[in-house]
């Protein structure tokens, strides 16, 4: 009723995972919002969810609140892009995640792990690591090679923070009354931010250029200027993926290692995997592209993390087509709200759904009904096997001979922006396995 919707907005503005989720909870799975103008569904039954991203999907776009806000920042990449413009450069840059770039991405994997284990091999007694702060160092090391065939740890990192930054002021001006178009001081600083972004993927892809593109060039910078799109286009998908694949990645990693120093025996049975696959005579080896099939359990916990802690935590879709869902009817121009948060902790398809049990994901058939922590459909995320091999291979190589464990000091709460992401960081304590 309007009046709960009136009593929701301080919940909603605290924390929109945790009123989304306790809608679900409250009001069933298919939810209608009594918004004046938009009608606004929150969808959280499993088959449902499934005819909008799969079988259904010609009658949904991209036109929604959250994909325009991105668009903001991001222009009209893969991420915010719909129709004949979305399918021209999924094709254009799909090359850059074919299986055979996989091996590659493992290599880089293991090299910015490697980097992140000498970085905590630094900190001193009882110092903690700077859990995000680290993995998304590795992650935009790792995404650098995928995106222009260099270490763009250097202007990357500035793309980074100039990208986060007017990330952050498009949240707040989204949760602002001030119509977006008044001269408000947090416009014209997301202009600053927006104008230094563009100069940044100016020089990248000038850089790029220069370097020479070959004709079997398969990063996504070389395979868009050798399809010859057009400067701006190259600008947007840069963008695009920086934000796609760079925190995504970071957020899955920080919660995943976060899981593991609250559930000792879980971490206990990983190293037990890690060892057996890793021992030599001189200490565990790092992990290779050739090690990943021999580590279902590692991937397990990867799986099982992203079932509870999702970083695309909503995924929403606009009815561009009337349709009817859940035996429920869905008039054109309704907002469709998935909340993957709250689907992968739905009590009908999840033993004990908070609990992080890595062993569910063990010898179970590939769930495609209720598990979407990558989407589904034909906007399955492009990079879901990179993020895989990439995250696997990141937690093998630094855990194989040392642990995690919680750092004093109170658990950060989750905070869900464009990822989720733990509210001022996340400290964890790292020690060797075998002192
Ligand atoms: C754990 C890591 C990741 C997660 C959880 C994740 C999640 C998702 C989800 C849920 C979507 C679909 C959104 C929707 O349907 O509205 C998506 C799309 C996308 N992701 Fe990922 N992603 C991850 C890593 C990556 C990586 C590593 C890359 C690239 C390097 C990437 C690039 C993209 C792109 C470009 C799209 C848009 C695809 C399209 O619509 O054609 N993602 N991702």
């Given at each position: 009723?309007?009046?709960?919707?009136?009593?929701?907005?301080?919940?909603?503005?605290?924390?929109?995972?945790?009123?989304?989720?306790?809608?679900?909870?409250?009001?069933?799975?298919?939810?209608?919002?009594?918004?004046?103008?938009?009608?606004?569904?929150?969808?959280n039954?499993?088959?449902?969810?499934?005819?909008?991203?799969?079988?259904?999907?010609?009658s949904?776009?991209?036109?929604?609140?959250?994909?325009?806000?991105?668009?903001?920042?991001?222009?009209?990449g893969?991420?915010?892009?719909?129709?004949?413009?979305?399918?021209?450069?999924?094709?254009?840059?799909?090359?850059?995640?074919?299986h055979?770039?996989?091996?590659?991405?493992?290599?880089?994997?293991?090299?910015?792990?490697e980097?992140?284990r000498?970085?905590?091999?630094?900190?001193?007694?009882?110092?903690?690591?700077?859990?995000?702060?680290?993995?998304?160092?590795?992650?935009?090391?790792?995404?650098?090679?995928?995106?222009?065939?260099?270490?763009?740890?250097?202007?990357?990192?500035?793309?980074?923070?100039a990208?986060?930054?007017?990330?952050?002021?498009?949240?707040?001006?989204?949760?602002?009354?001030?119509?977006?178009?008044?001269?408000?001081?947090?416009?014209?600083?997301?202009?600053?931010?927006?104008?230094?972004?563009?100069?940044?993927?100016?020089?990248?892809?000038?850089?790029?250029?220069?370097?020479?593109?070959?004709?079997?060039?398969?990063?996504?910078?070389?395979?868009?200027?050798?399809?010859?799109?057009?400067?701006?286009?190259?600008?947007?998908?840069?963008?695009?993926?920086?934000?796609?694949?760079?925190?995504?990645?970071?957020?899955?990693?920080?919660?995943?290692?976060?899981?593991?120093?609250?559930?000792?025996?879980?971490?206990?049975?990983?190293?037990?995997?890690?060892?057996?696959?890793?021992?030599?005579?001189?200490?565990?080896?790092?992990?290779?592209?050739?090690?990943?099939?021999?580590?279902?359990?590692?991937?397990?916990?990867?799986?099982?993390?992203?079932?509870?802690?999702?970083?695309?935590?909503?995924?929403?879709?606009?009815?561009?087509?009337?349709?009817?869902?859940?035996?429920?009817?869905?008039?054109?121009?309704?907002?469709?709200?998935?909340?993957?948060?709250?689907?992968?902790?739905?009590?009908?398809?999840?033993?004990?759904?908070?609990?992080?049990?890595?062993?569910?994901?063990?010898?179970?058939?590939?769930?495609?009904?209720?598990?979407?922590?990558?989407?589904?459909?034909?906007?399955?995320?492009?990079?879901?096997?990179?993020?895989?091999?990439?995250?696997?291979?990141?937690?093998?190589?630094?855990?194989?001979?040392?642990?995690?464990?919680?750092?004093?000091?109170a658990?950060?709460?989750?905070?869900?922006?464009?990822?989720?992401?733990?509210?001022?960081?996340?400290?964890?304590?790292?020690?060797?396995?075998?002192?």
């Amino acid at each position: 009723m309007p009046w709960d919707m009136v009593r929701a907005v301080p919940g909603i503005r605290r924390s929109p995972v945790e009123f989304l989720t306790d809608t679900t909870r409250r009001y069933g799975d298919v939810v209608a919002f009594p918004l004046p103008r938009t009608p606004v569904l929150l969808l959280n039954d499993p088959a449902g969810v499934r005819h909008v991203l799969v079988e259904a999907h010609r009658s949904y776009g991209r036109a929604t609140l959250q994909y325009s806000a991105l668009a903001t920042v991001t222009g009209a990449g893969l991420l915010t892009s719909d129709g004949e413009a979305w399918r021209r450069h999924r094709r254009t840059v799909q090359p850059a995640f074919h299986h055979s770039s996989l091996a590659g991405v493992a290599e880089e994997s293991v090299a910015a792990a490697e980097r992140l284990r000498q970085r905590a091999s630094r900190l001193g007694p009882g110092e903690p690591l700077e859990v995000l702060e680290a993995t998304s160092r590795a992650s935009l090391e790792v995404v650098g090679h995928t995106l222009a065939a260099a270490d763009l740890s250097g202007v990357a990192q500035d793309l980074v923070d100039a990208v986060g930054r007017a990330l952050e002021l498009v949240v707040g001006r989204a949760q602002n009354p001030v119509p977006n178009s008044w001269p408000t001081p947090s416009r014209r600083r997301l202009e600053r931010e927006v104008a230094a972004i563009d100069r940044i993927c100016a020089q990248i892809v000038a850089a790029r250029r220069a370097q020479g593109v070959a004709e079997d060039a398969d990063d996504v910078v070389g395979l868009m200027l050798r399809a010859g799109l057009e400067d701006a286009e190259v600008r947007d998908e840069l963008v695009t993926f920086v934000v796609a694949g760079h925190e995504t990645v970071a957020s899955s990693l920080t919660w995943t290692l976060d899981l593991l120093a609250r559930h000792p025996h879980v971490q206990q049975r990983l190293h037990e995997e890690l060892t057996a696959v890793l021992a030599t005579p001189d200490g565990p080896r790092a992990p290779g592209w050739d090690d990943l099939t021999a580590l279902p359990y590692t991937r397990a916990v990867l799986e099982e993390s992203l079932r509870l802690y999702p970083p695309a935590w909503v995924i929403t879709r606009t009815a561009i087509a009337d349709d009817v869902v859940a035996g429920v009817a869905v008039p054109a121009g309704t907002l469709v709200i998935v909340c993957t948060w709250a689907l992968h902790r739905h009590p009908d398809l999840w033993e004990a759904p908070e609990e992080f049990r890595p062993e569910r994901f063990l010898d179970a058939p590939r769930r495609d009904v209720g598990y979407v922590p990558f989407g589904a459909g034909p906007r399955l995320c492009i990079g879901r096997d990179l993020a895989v091999v990439e995250s696997a291979l990141v937690l093998a190589t630094f855990l194989r001979d040392r642990r995690v464990r919680p750092a004093p000091g109170a658990r950060p709460a989750v905070e869900s922006l464009v990822t989720l992401r733990p509210k001022g960081g996340l400290r964890l304590l790292v020690e060797p396995l075998r002192p």
